[in-house]
């Protein structure tokens, strides 16, 4: 399970991802901050001073040697230092995606289905998933710059101290609501990120539809893309404006005080000048003083704001992933399905009743019904019945429901997570396309069996896919899509064929159809049915559609309206009672041959 704990929470983590680089990146950047300012500054004197006394005959010119030496090692030390930072920040990056990034995507699998169909939950989970390597190591990087800041402007406030005192005070009074504006502009700015994110999941999907591989046919065919780039132009300038307002009016606050600062500095460059005029200051140290002066208002006036700004940032970020860990797991969610295929006598719902987490209404108002071993069976309705959420509740993703669903006598709810998952082999709907080797394709539909070559054959041969497997470059080894090398593509109804036999070599003892084939034309979608049907015989089956192609295959059917079984029986039972499936199934007719 992830675990994040408060601030500082993105320094915790890169040091718990790689605590010996970690310290060194720390260590080298408080020794990199001292370099620029105040050690740059005295061999710069230095160097200076000597080449000006040599000028004036009052100093060897061998002694301009040292002075060099000096600043030429301070020079390349900072060089080489910053680059070795680097080279460390590089690996703590990777450490930090290679353990935490699996972390993000375990806890991801492992989510309760309903933060899945939750939009706001999903937005926090994409702001969360995104690159959250990329997000900790802005905010580990930000407190590292924060401390070579404080080191480095300290370093040159003890030099401005011992010539003009009283520019400390003015200079750290006005750092003060640099910091704190610093703070709202970092806060304000993810903020305005996070209201953002609505109009940018809408960007990036339409951004699929104009470039996306497979949209190229549709949109060549349908000339939709100007109209698509039309709409992807609006949401990208609405989320665009969005972020802009605030970060603009954020800038100019913080960045106007660095003006003030400049000025600040002119004003102690100036004051120097009289001592230098007068001996008491060399040249060479009213240089270097000068130099790390307008080097510390630089850093005061736009490198400490973007500093602050990233911690800010860093702790929204912070308080998403708090926000993140904390939701809740389905219990063994990326467990396996049981190795042993579990016995299957009944199933029954007993007055079900339930409604999703964010709806207010009971999709399901006191459902019953038994389906035994054995047996077909049909889910018909019209969309929006409550078929498919049927599917979700015998399947475990939703427990929030009321009354009782039976197993073989036993509350789901009571069963292992492992047994249910092997007791239910579902081909959704939206079934996925995975762009693998079909071979594996396949398998996915029994991770825990001994799948053989030759039972991946036969199951693929069963599903109708002899045919395509024949035409495949390296057979059923081949990889489909476009994703990996050699890969080819397949036709939608080729991919359906793949779903089902996902579902044939599962040893699952209930075989369900979730409106698979509901893109297809009512001819087309009977003929899968019958199919599937052929292969399925003496098992446990359930057909789920709204259109009535595949009844006439089951033992029984049964019809829900409004959240509850309004019917139930045979083809011919419910045609002669001429109530709501005789209605459908006569609107339904003409589509079938």
């Known amino acids: 399970m992830l675990a994040v704990r408060p601030i500082p929470g993105a320094l915790r983590l890169a040091f718990r991802a790689s605590p010996g680089y970690a310290a060194l990146h720390v260590a080298l950047s408080a020794a990199h901050a001292v370099m620029p300012t105040a050690a740059t500054a005295l061999a710069t004197a230095n160097f200076v001073d000597t080449a000006t006394a040599i000028l004036q005959g009052t100093r060897a010119r061998s002694e301009i040697t040292l002075p060099i030496i000096l600043l030429l090692a301070v020079m390349g030390i900072h ?30 699998a492992s989510l309760d289905f309903k933060h899945v169909e939750n939009a706001d939950n999903w937005e926090l989970i994409s702001r969360v998933s995104k690159d959250p390597a990329t997000s900790i190591m802005d905010g580990f990087t930000a407190y590292v710059q924060f401390l070579q800041i404080l080191i480095s402007v300290s370093s040159v406030l003890i030099l401005i101290l011992t010539q003009v005192w009283w520019a400390v005070p003015i200079i750290l009074a006005f750092s003060a609501p640099m910091l704190w504006l610093s703070m709202r502009a970092g806060k304000k700015n993810y903020q305005a990120g996070r209201d953002a994110e609505k109009f940018n999941r809408r960007t990036w999907y339409l951004d699929w539809v104009l470039t996306g591989r497979e949209n190229v046919d549709e949109r ?17 300038e609405a989320g665009r404006k969005l972020q802009l307002r605030v970060t603009a009016r954020m800038f100019l606050i913080s960045k106007g005080s660095s003006i003030i600062l400049a000025l600040i500095a002119l004003l102690v460059a100036l004051t120097l000048i009289q001592p230098v005029v007068s001996g008491a200051l060399t040249a060479g140290l009213f240089m270097g003083i000068v130099n790390a002066v307008f080097g510390m208002t630089k850093q005061l006036g736009w490198q400490l704001s973007n500093s602050v700004e990233n911690i800010s ?22 467990g396996l399905p049981d190795a042993e295929t579990p016995d299957f006598q009944t199933l ?20 019953s019904f038994t389906l035994e071993r054995g047996k077909h069976y049909a889910f018909v309705g019209k969309n929006g019945a409550g078929k498919t959420t049927v599917t979700k509740l015998l399947t475990g993703l939703y427990s929030e429901y009321e009354g009782e669903i039976l197993i073989n006598g036993a509350e789901l709810r009571t069963i292992p997570p492992a047994t249910v998952k092997a007791l239910f082999s579902v081909v959704y709907q939206d079934f996925a396309k995975y762009f693998i080797a079909l071979k594996d394709n396949v398998t996915l539909g029994d991770v825990s069996g001994s799948n053989t070559e030759s039972r991946v054959q036969s199951a693929a041969e069963e599903a109708g896919l002899d045919g395509t497997i024949a035409e495949l470059r390296d057979g059923i080894n081949t990889p489909l899509g476009r994703v990996l090398p050699n890969g080819q593509d397949i036709s939608g109804g080729q991919w359906q064929r793949v779903a089902i036999a ?28 019958q199919e ?5 015989r003496g098992k446990t089956t359930v057909f789920i559609s709204h ?34 499936y005789a209605e459908m199934f006569e609107a339904q007719r003409g589509w079938y041959v």
Request: hydrophobic share 40%; with cysteine; proline share 4%.
């Open 79 to 108: 060089t080489t230092v910053g680059s070795v930072i680097g080279l460390i920040y590089a690996r703590i990056k990777f450490r930090l995606q290679d353990t935490f990034k699996p972390a993000v995507v375990r806890k991801h």
């Open 220 to 236: 060549t065919l349908f000339g939709y893309g100007e109209d698509v780039t039309r709409r992807w132009a609006e949401q990208f």
């Open 313 to 334: 940032s860093a702790a929204e970020y912070r308080k998403d992933l708090n926000e993140f860990a904390a939701l809740s797991e389905a219990p063994d969610a990326s």
């Open 348 to 367: 029954e719902f007993r007055d079900v009743r339930f409604k999703y987490p964010t709806g207010d209404d009971y999709v399901l108002k006191g459902i």
């Open 502 to 529: 996902r579902s044939l070599i599962s040893r699952a003892p209930v075989k369900m159809l979730d409106e698979p084939t509901a893109a297809l034309d009512p001819v087309s979608e009977s003929r899968i049915y």
């Open 532 to 536: 599937f049907e052929k292969l399925m």
């Open 547 to 580: 259109r009535l192609g595949s009844t006439k295959l089951a033992d029984e059917i049964l019809v829900i309206g409004d959240g509850v079984v309004s019917e139930c029986g045979t083809h011919e039972e419910l045609m002669r009672e001429n109530g709501q």
